[in-house]
């Protein structure tokens, strides 16, 4: 199949199209001036917008917008489902990354992955995490294989970083949105987290992806937490945590072989109050390296007082999903499942 051939935008369901960039400073040295921290914004207006709340849709480590526009062979994306079906959808480029300017001077390093690396996380089904073995929805040929890996770019190698500079930029962004649903992938997952914990009032819902973990340190033998929890940037916990080492932790063991065991909350744990009330969807697939751990998210967003959906695909028949469940062949199937999920949740407030 030539993907060239293949169109990737449903010109029928879409109004009008805009580009914008939100957030940045400007920085004076020696008399020249420039631009840095910005990001990439697109909008995309559906003929007949039948839902309130617009979604902003956040790209992880190493992608683009191009994983919400169309997939390694071709087939329609999500940003093209979601306006088919009366959804405003912005995507927003990480700063630093992609169409978001990089400057080295302000961004310091970045990081890429090995193919090899890449192939092994998302493409195969000898991943060697117990449920690599079950991945069967990566779409098919070596055409589709070397798509996806020629879209990766470098990122920021500090996730504090990249949060630090969303962040900046989310307030710019929700005004130009209004409220809005934030749907966030992998590295990303931690934007929704602390948007949500500082514009609550303009956050409508959540949807996670396997968002970044496990929770506070993937090493059991840590001595003390590398993040808070959710996130490397403080978020407004109760009582209030100027340092992840504030925070009181134990190993949570798992019941099952296939699950990992990590790091929780000591009780009486700290509480987030400015996301207790928000719609919120963690979603998992069912073969991902995300599916042994994901749990460990869900528990200590229950500890902290956050009413959410943690919700593994494979139990609501979706089966064979990686990482990577945008992009692969049922993707439009994940896709309505969210959709009637935010019209059943987020839709409801």
């Keep these: 199949m030539d993907v060239k051939s293949i169109p ?3 010109q029928s369901a879409l109004a009008s199209r805009g580009i914008f960039y939100v957030g940045g400073e400007f920085v004076t040295e020696d008399g020249k001036t420039r631009a840095h921290g910005q990001m990439f914004v697109e909008k995309y207006v ?3 917008v039948t839902h309130p709340w617009p979604i902003v ?8 917008n191009v994983n919400w526009l169309t997939t390694p062979d071709g087939r329609m994306g999500w940003a093209d489902w979601f306006v088919a079906h009366g959804w405003i959808v912005y995507l927003a480029e990480q700063p630093a990354r992609g169409r978001s300017a990089y400057h080295r001077e302000d961004d310091g390093e970045r990081m890429r992955h090995s193919f090899e690396d890449l192939k092994k996380r998302f493409l195969g089904s000898s991943g060697g995490w117990p449920q690599s073995k079950l991945h069967t929805q990566w ?3 070596e055409e589709a294989e070397r798509q996806f890996l020629l879209s990766q770019v470098e990122y920021l190698n500090s996730n504090k970083a990249s949060q630090e500079r969303v962040l900046a930029a989310a307030g710019d962004l929700l005004a130009h949105t209004g409220p809005a649903v934030l749907l966030t992938h992998s590295q990303a997952g ?4 602390l948007i949500a914990d500082r514009y609550p009032e303009l956050v409508k819902g959540v949807v996670a992806l396997e968002p970044s973990g496990p929770p506070f340190s993937a090493k059991l033998d840590a001595a003390a937490p590398k993040n808070f929890g959710i996130a490397d940037l403080p978020l407004h916990y109760e009582p209030f945590a100027d340092s992840p080492d504030e925070i009181e932790l134990e190993i949570l063991r798992s019941p099952s072989s296939d699950l990992s065991d990590g790091w929780v909350m000591k009780e009486p744990a700290r509480r987030l109050p400015h996301l207790n009330g928000i719609p919120i969807l963690l979603l998992c697939s069912e073969s991902s390296y995300h599916a042994q751990y994901d749990h460990l998210t869900s528990y200590v967003l229950s500890q902290a007082g956050v009413a959410h959906d943690f919700v ?3 139990d609501v028949g979706i089966h064979g999903n990686g990482h990577m469940m945008m992009l692969e062949k049922n993707n439009l199937d994940i896709a309505a499942w ?3 999920w935010l019209e059943t949740h987020a839709e409801k407030q």
């Design 8 to 10: 990737c935008t449903d």
């Design 46 to 48: 559906p003929r007949h």
């Design 57 to 64: 849709m956040f790209h992880g480590a190493g992608q683009t």
């Design 139 to 141: 779409p098919e040929g």
């Design 190 to 193: 931690p934007f929704g987290w």
């Design 312 to 314: 593994r695909l494979e």
């Design 338 to 340: 969210i959709g009637r």
